[in-house]
């Protein structure tokens, strides 16, 4: 693992190896972030992470042994050591209240839409996707 320079264009991250390619012993992930290893090695999305914007930023290029065979979670357990024992991650998991919205109500006059009520079909045509509708 190395952190790659800083460069003046994006430069995006590129994964190869691991299970299922040609090179199921060794994956090298080069130019990834650490907010996007995070998301991988936790399972979750990137809107979940906060953190420094560093984590969004610096590039690292990243080249591991996997065991022949090992499985999604395996390998993602594999990416919480290296982010715990390279970088000193410690992970805190809160749950978040957020504020209410107000409501939006239409002005007088504003809308000419009418309320329809929900067209009811079979699961045979539950999602055609194709057809035209009436």
Not at 2 to 30: C, F, H, R
Not at 33 to 39: I, R, S
Not at 102 to 108: D, F, P, S
Request: hydrophobic letters at 35%; aromatic letters at 8%; a positive charge.
């Amino acid at each position: 693992m190395k952190p790659l320079p800083p460069s003046p264009t994006y430069v995006p991250d590129t994964k190869s190896g691991g299970s299922g390619t040609t090179d199921p012993g060794q994956i090298t992930w080069s130019g990834v972030d650490l907010k996007w290893l995070l998301k991988t090695a936790y399972d979750v999305r990137l809107h979940q992470i906060s953190g420094p914007a560093w984590l969004g930023s610096e590039r690292y290029m990243i080249v591991a042994k996997v065991p022949e065979g090992a499985t999604k979670e395996q390998v993602n357990l594999m990416w919480q050591n290296l982010l715990k024992n390279r970088f000193g991650v410690i992970v805190h998991h809160e749950s978040r209240v957020f504020q209410e919205a107000e409501e939006m109500t239409l002005a007088k006059g504003a809308s000419k839409l009418k309320d329809r009520s929900p067209r009811f079909c079979s699961p045979d045509d539950a999602w055609d996707g194709f057809k035209d509708r009436p």
